[in-house]
């Protein structure tokens, strides 16, 4: 075995929050993930990330980036849900721009065309249905930004799960509609943006629709599960990640 492969696969016995807090740590781990494209209607090129287990797959997760864009700490959690035993897909709606400000993440955010992003996840959604084995299910999840993208990925797409972290959840019962399997949202009490008033309007759509959900509030603030934040909260996130965790292999077998 190589230096190399001696050293990722000892990355592999660190748990996630470590990995997640070094920019070492977490380049070293992304480098270890495959580059694959897709095409787009109207002929454009898209890319992502992809980790595989070195098993059997247990089903699938589109995972969907934060306003950072598709950084390696994104990436770095890709490889965890492979180690897990999924194949996992980090996608890029930045189109290959990562953020290290504030201001820079806010443009790029801002600069996002719906309509494109949303052909971008269902060319992706349906790139892991062809990609996999009969019967195998698929989960996307995604964080800030990407959170309410992975509700926006499941209501264009539908999937059997979908995890959302601290985004945006504003639905109507009709827009909900077309929602297949249950979702999973972890909030904290004291996020500015995504906050009660959201959460609950979103739980009375659901309610609204028949829909299934499953909400679960920590006493933390906006972006808690992400180890470079100034709001990290080692506690909750290693909670939430339990949770997450629990919900895929009910939900995906």
Request: proline share 3%; glycine share 8%.
């Amino acid at each position: 075995m190589s230096d190399r492969r001696r050293f990722l696969k000892g990355l592999t016995s660190l748990p996630l929050a470590t990995v997640l807090a070094s920019p070492r740590l977490a380049a070293a781990v992304s480098a270890g993930l495959q580059e694959v494209e897709a095409k787009l209607s109207d002929g454009r090129t898209v890319k992502a990330a992809l980790a595989t287990p070195q098993g059997q797959t247990k089903g699938s997760i589109l995972l969907i980036h934060e306003w950072w864009g598709l950084n390696n700490q994104i990436k770095s959690v890709a490889s965890e849900f492979a180690d897990q035993g999924y194949k996992a897909l980090a996608v890029d709606l930045y189109r290959g721009h990562v953020a290290d400000t504030r201001a820079d993440a806010r443009a790029l955010m801002k600069a996002v065309d719906p309509m494109a992003a949303t052909e971008t996840l269902n060319v992706w959604v349906k790139w892991l249905r062809e990609d996999a084995r009969a019967g195998d299910k698929i989960a996307t999840i995604g964080w800030c930004f990407g959170g309410g993208w992975s509700l926006n990925a499941s209501l264009s797409s539908p999937v059997d799960a979908t995890i959302v972290y601290y985004g945006r959840v504003n639905k109507t019962a009709d827009e909900l509609g077309t929602l297949k399997g249950p979702v999973l949202g972890h909030y904290a009490t004291q996020d500015q943006w995504i906050n009660k008033e959201m959460v609950s309007g979103f739980e009375s759509a659901m309610d609204a629709a028949g829909k299934t959900y499953t909400s679960h509030w920590y006493d933390a603030q906006h972006a808690f599960a992400n180890p470079t934040s100034a709001r990290y909260d080692g506690e909750d996130a290693a909670l939430a990640w339990r949770r997450t965790l629990d919900f895929l292999k009910q939900q995906l077998g």
